[in-house]
Protein backbone atom coordinates (compact mmCIF):
# COMPACT_ATOMS: atom_id res chain seq x y z
CA UNK A 1 0.00 0.00 0.00
CA UNK A 2 1.33 3.39 -1.11
CA UNK A 3 2.55 5.96 1.99
CA UNK A 4 0.24 8.62 1.56
CA UNK A 5 1.32 12.10 0.88
CA UNK A 6 -0.10 16.00 0.92
CA UNK A 7 -0.75 17.03 -2.85
CA UNK A 8 1.45 20.35 -1.77
CA UNK A 9 3.11 21.18 1.44
CA UNK A 10 4.57 24.71 1.43
CA UNK A 11 6.43 26.51 3.91
CA UNK A 12 6.05 30.20 5.24
CA UNK A 13 8.93 32.59 5.57
CA UNK A 14 9.15 31.91 9.36
CA UNK A 15 10.00 28.27 9.37
CA UNK A 16 13.91 29.20 8.27
CA UNK A 17 14.03 25.49 6.75
CA UNK A 18 17.37 23.95 6.81
CA UNK A 19 18.27 22.07 3.55
CA UNK A 20 17.73 18.72 5.57
CA UNK A 21 13.89 19.80 6.88
CA UNK A 22 13.32 20.31 2.83
CA UNK A 23 14.89 16.90 2.14
CA UNK A 24 12.56 15.40 4.62
CA UNK A 25 9.59 16.91 3.41
CA UNK A 26 10.08 15.90 -0.19
CA UNK A 27 8.86 12.22 0.25
CA UNK A 28 5.68 13.90 2.11
CA UNK A 29 4.44 15.85 -0.86
CA UNK A 30 3.23 15.04 -4.10
CA UNK A 31 4.67 18.33 -5.44
CA UNK A 32 8.15 19.55 -4.75
CA UNK A 33 7.96 21.52 -1.05
CA UNK A 34 7.16 25.49 -2.07
CA UNK A 35 9.44 27.42 0.24
CA UNK A 36 8.13 31.03 0.15
CA UNK A 37 9.68 34.27 1.23
CA UNK A 38 6.74 36.33 1.34
CA UNK A 39 2.67 35.22 0.90
CA UNK A 40 2.47 35.33 -2.79
CA UNK A 41 -0.29 37.48 -5.01
CA UNK A 42 -3.08 35.09 -6.03
CA UNK A 43 -2.46 36.22 -9.99
CA UNK A 44 1.51 35.06 -9.57
CA UNK A 45 3.07 31.52 -10.99
CA UNK A 46 3.73 31.20 -7.62
CA UNK A 47 0.10 31.89 -6.26
CA UNK A 48 -1.87 29.72 -8.77
CA UNK A 49 1.04 26.64 -6.91
CA UNK A 50 0.36 27.70 -3.21
CA UNK A 51 -3.67 27.95 -3.88
CA UNK A 52 -3.32 24.22 -4.33
CA UNK A 53 -1.65 23.50 -0.91
CA UNK A 54 -2.79 21.27 1.57
CA UNK A 55 -0.28 21.14 4.25
CA UNK A 56 0.78 24.80 5.62
CA UNK A 57 4.16 25.02 7.37
CA UNK A 58 4.70 28.51 9.57
CA UNK A 59 6.76 30.31 12.17
CA UNK A 60 5.25 32.64 14.98
CA UNK A 61 5.67 35.59 12.99
CA UNK A 62 3.26 34.71 9.66
CA UNK A 63 0.16 35.74 10.84
CA UNK A 64 -2.52 33.25 9.81
CA UNK A 65 -5.61 35.10 9.88
CA UNK A 66 -9.46 34.38 8.24
CA UNK A 67 -8.44 36.54 5.27
CA UNK A 68 -5.12 34.56 5.20
CA UNK A 69 -6.23 31.02 5.64
CA UNK A 70 -9.51 31.11 3.43
CA UNK A 71 -6.98 31.80 0.63
CA UNK A 72 -6.40 28.06 0.67
CA UNK A 73 -9.42 26.24 -0.14
CA UNK A 74 -7.71 22.78 -0.30
CA UNK A 75 -5.87 23.73 3.03
CA UNK A 76 -6.33 20.90 5.55
CA UNK A 77 -3.05 20.79 7.78
CA UNK A 78 -1.34 23.70 9.66
CA UNK A 79 2.30 23.11 11.12
CA UNK A 80 3.82 25.30 13.54
CA UNK A 81 7.55 26.03 13.79
CA UNK A 82 6.24 27.14 16.96
CA UNK A 83 4.84 26.87 20.44
CA UNK A 84 2.31 29.67 20.52
CA UNK A 85 -1.07 29.49 18.48
CA UNK A 86 -1.41 33.29 18.54
CA UNK A 87 -1.33 34.13 15.14
CA UNK A 88 -3.55 31.73 14.24
CA UNK A 89 -6.98 31.86 13.83
CA UNK A 90 -8.20 28.79 15.63
CA UNK A 91 -11.72 29.21 15.24
CA UNK A 92 -12.01 29.68 11.67
CA UNK A 93 -9.64 26.31 11.11
CA UNK A 94 -11.92 24.49 13.47
CA UNK A 95 -14.90 25.58 10.96
CA UNK A 96 -13.07 24.50 8.05
CA UNK A 97 -12.03 21.26 9.63
CA UNK A 98 -8.10 22.06 9.24
CA UNK A 99 -5.70 20.33 11.86
CA UNK A 100 -3.27 22.79 13.89
CA UNK A 101 -0.23 21.38 15.19
CA UNK A 102 2.26 23.67 17.40
CA UNK A 103 5.15 22.08 18.38
CA UNK A 104 6.91 22.52 22.35
CA UNK A 105 9.67 22.14 24.15
CA UNK A 106 12.28 22.51 20.95
CA UNK A 107 14.12 25.79 22.38
CA UNK A 108 13.54 25.32 26.28
CA UNK A 109 17.52 24.42 26.66
CA UNK A 110 18.84 27.14 25.06
CA UNK A 111 16.62 29.85 26.27
CA UNK A 112 17.37 28.99 29.84
CA UNK A 113 21.47 29.28 28.92
CA UNK A 114 20.41 32.60 27.26
CA UNK A 115 19.02 34.08 30.52
CA UNK A 116 21.45 32.39 32.94
CA UNK A 117 24.37 33.90 30.39
CA UNK A 118 22.80 37.41 30.99
CA UNK A 119 22.49 37.32 34.76
CA UNK A 120 26.21 35.69 34.57
CA UNK A 121 27.26 38.79 32.24
CA UNK A 122 25.76 40.88 34.64
CA UNK A 123 27.15 40.13 37.83
CA UNK A 124 30.74 39.45 36.40
CA UNK A 125 30.84 42.75 34.22
CA UNK A 126 28.03 45.34 35.21
CA UNK A 127 30.04 46.27 38.03
CA UNK A 128 33.84 47.78 39.33
CA UNK A 129 34.87 44.23 39.68
CA UNK A 130 33.45 40.90 39.28
CA UNK A 131 30.40 39.61 41.11
CA UNK A 132 28.74 36.35 41.95
CA UNK A 133 24.78 35.38 41.45
CA UNK A 134 25.07 33.45 44.94
CA UNK A 135 23.05 35.10 47.43
CA UNK A 136 21.05 37.29 44.93
CA UNK A 137 17.63 37.21 44.68
CA UNK A 138 16.02 36.07 41.40
CA UNK A 139 12.32 36.73 40.54
CA UNK A 140 10.55 34.64 37.87
CA UNK A 141 7.22 36.12 36.28
CA UNK A 142 5.61 32.88 35.32
CA UNK A 143 6.60 29.12 35.90
CA UNK A 144 6.15 26.90 33.04
CA UNK A 145 8.96 24.94 32.15
CA UNK A 146 11.87 27.68 31.06
CA UNK A 147 10.93 29.01 33.81
CA UNK A 148 11.54 26.29 36.54
CA UNK A 149 14.79 25.36 34.58
CA UNK A 150 15.73 28.68 35.00
CA UNK A 151 14.80 28.18 38.69
CA UNK A 152 16.66 24.95 39.33
CA UNK A 153 20.25 26.52 37.65
CA UNK A 154 19.91 29.80 39.75
CA UNK A 155 19.33 27.72 42.93
CA UNK A 156 21.73 25.60 42.14
CA UNK A 157 24.27 28.57 41.78
CA UNK A 158 23.01 30.02 45.20
CA UNK A 159 20.45 32.49 44.08
CA UNK A 160 17.04 32.92 46.12
CA UNK A 161 14.63 32.84 43.76
CA UNK A 162 10.62 33.90 43.79
CA UNK A 163 8.08 33.17 41.23
CA UNK A 164 4.84 34.65 40.42
CA UNK A 165 1.70 33.27 38.58
CA UNK A 166 -1.77 34.50 38.69
CA UNK A 167 -2.62 31.79 40.91
CA UNK A 168 -0.79 30.80 44.01
CA UNK A 169 0.99 27.05 43.74
CA UNK A 170 2.37 25.27 46.24
CA UNK A 171 6.05 23.80 45.80
CA UNK A 172 8.84 21.32 47.36
CA UNK A 173 10.60 22.56 50.35
CA UNK A 174 14.34 23.88 49.13
CA UNK A 175 12.35 24.91 45.32
CA UNK A 176 11.23 28.54 44.25
CA UNK A 177 8.59 29.86 46.37
CA UNK A 178 5.43 31.27 45.00
CA UNK A 179 4.68 34.96 46.35
CA UNK A 180 2.02 38.00 45.25
CA UNK A 181 3.68 40.14 42.25
CA UNK A 182 4.67 42.52 44.43
CA UNK A 183 6.49 40.80 46.71
CA UNK A 184 8.75 39.21 43.17
CA UNK A 185 9.10 42.88 41.66
CA UNK A 186 10.05 44.82 44.99
CA UNK A 187 12.52 42.28 46.09
CA UNK A 188 14.58 41.24 43.36
CA UNK A 189 18.18 41.68 42.08
CA UNK A 190 17.70 40.31 39.12
CA UNK A 191 14.07 39.52 37.41
CA UNK A 192 13.07 37.13 34.63
CA UNK A 193 9.69 37.57 32.54
CA UNK A 194 8.31 33.96 30.99
CA UNK A 195 4.82 35.38 30.64
CA UNK A 196 2.63 33.95 28.02
CA UNK A 197 3.00 35.46 24.01
CA UNK A 198 1.59 38.46 23.69
CA UNK A 199 0.01 39.10 27.18
CA UNK A 200 0.74 42.66 28.70
CA UNK A 201 1.18 40.96 32.55
CA UNK A 202 2.81 44.02 34.05
CA UNK A 203 1.68 47.63 34.34
CA UNK A 204 4.22 50.86 34.84
CA UNK A 205 2.59 50.96 38.47
CA UNK A 206 3.66 47.30 38.90
CA UNK A 207 6.89 47.84 37.19
CA UNK A 208 8.00 50.94 39.48
CA UNK A 209 7.86 48.35 42.25
CA UNK A 210 11.33 47.16 40.69
CA UNK A 211 14.04 48.20 42.79
CA UNK A 212 15.68 50.59 40.40
CA UNK A 213 19.00 48.90 39.92
CA UNK A 214 17.53 45.34 38.95
CA UNK A 215 18.70 43.35 36.17
CA UNK A 216 15.60 42.29 33.49
CA UNK A 217 15.61 39.63 31.19
CA UNK A 218 12.71 39.57 28.47
CA UNK A 219 12.48 36.25 26.71
CA UNK A 220 8.73 36.25 25.78
CA UNK A 221 7.11 36.24 22.59
CA UNK A 222 6.30 40.00 22.47
CA UNK A 223 6.74 42.61 25.43
CA UNK A 224 5.06 41.63 28.08
CA UNK A 225 4.16 45.23 29.06
CA UNK A 226 2.95 48.32 26.96
CA UNK A 227 6.20 49.62 25.01
CA UNK A 228 5.07 53.49 26.50
CA UNK A 229 5.12 51.57 30.07
CA UNK A 230 8.63 50.48 29.73
CA UNK A 231 10.00 53.43 28.13
CA UNK A 232 8.72 55.35 30.97
CA UNK A 233 9.51 53.15 33.78
CA UNK A 234 13.32 52.50 32.24
CA UNK A 235 13.86 56.02 31.52
CA UNK A 236 13.77 56.78 35.37
CA UNK A 237 16.35 54.35 36.25
CA UNK A 238 19.61 53.20 36.36
CA UNK A 239 19.36 49.19 36.06
CA UNK A 240 19.36 47.43 32.73
CA UNK A 241 17.02 45.26 30.61
CA UNK A 242 18.08 42.66 28.38
CA UNK A 243 15.58 41.55 25.46
CA UNK A 244 16.30 39.09 23.15
CA UNK A 245 14.83 39.09 19.47
CA UNK A 246 11.56 37.46 20.25
CA UNK A 247 10.64 39.68 22.74
CA UNK A 248 11.88 43.12 20.94
CA UNK A 249 10.98 41.87 17.49
CA UNK A 250 7.50 44.08 17.49
CA UNK A 251 9.10 47.00 19.58
CA UNK A 252 9.74 50.39 17.88
CA UNK A 253 13.16 52.41 17.54
CA UNK A 254 11.94 54.82 20.63
CA UNK A 255 12.01 51.54 22.59
CA UNK A 256 15.44 50.53 21.63
CA UNK A 257 16.91 53.74 21.94
CA UNK A 258 16.54 54.06 25.70
CA UNK A 259 19.27 54.31 27.93
CA UNK A 260 19.93 50.66 29.49
CA UNK A 261 17.80 48.49 27.11
CA UNK A 262 20.35 45.96 25.42
CA UNK A 263 18.18 44.59 22.37
CA UNK A 264 20.01 40.90 21.36
CA UNK A 265 20.44 40.55 17.61
CA UNK A 266 19.15 36.74 18.50
CA UNK A 267 16.55 34.53 19.06
CA UNK A 268 17.07 33.14 23.34
CA UNK A 269 15.58 29.75 21.81
CA UNK A 270 17.36 29.35 18.51
CA UNK A 271 20.61 27.14 18.86
CA UNK A 272 21.55 24.09 16.94
CA UNK A 273 20.30 22.30 18.64
CA UNK A 274 17.09 23.32 18.99
CA UNK A 275 16.66 24.01 14.96
CA UNK A 276 17.20 20.22 14.72
CA UNK A 277 14.74 19.34 17.47
CA UNK A 278 11.66 21.89 16.11
CA UNK A 279 12.16 20.30 12.70
CA UNK A 280 12.36 16.61 14.18
CA UNK A 281 8.51 17.76 15.28
CA UNK A 282 7.72 19.38 12.27
CA UNK A 283 8.10 16.57 9.86
CA UNK A 284 6.77 13.83 12.96
CA UNK A 285 3.48 16.08 13.31
CA UNK A 286 3.30 16.12 9.25
CA UNK A 287 3.87 12.34 9.03
CA UNK A 288 1.10 11.74 12.07
CA UNK A 289 -1.01 14.52 10.29
CA UNK A 290 -1.09 11.81 6.92
CA UNK A 291 -1.84 8.80 9.28
CA UNK A 292 -5.12 10.13 10.96
Known sequence: MPTPVFRQ???????????????????????PPLHLTQWPSPDSDTGESFARTDALLAGWKDRLDAGHLSQLPALR????????????????????????SPIYGYGDIGTVE??????????????????????????LIGYGPVARRVASVAAALGMR???????????????????PLAEVLGSADC??????????????????????????VVTTLGLPMAESDLRTWQS????????????????????????????????????????????TQLVENLMAALRR
Do not use: M, N
Not at 117 to 129: N, Y
Not at 162 to 167: E, K
Open 191 to 216: LSFHSPAYQHVVTLQDLCLIPGDAFV
Open 77 to 100: YVGLRATSTDRVDLDHARREGITV
Open 236 to 279: GRAGRVALDSCAAHAAGDPVRRVPGIDVHDLYAARTTESVKRAE
Open 114 to 139: FVIEQLLAHVRHSGQAPGELAGRRLG
Open 9 to 31: VSLLPGVWPSPGLLDALRPLSER
Open 161 to 179: VLFHTPTPRSTAEGDARWA
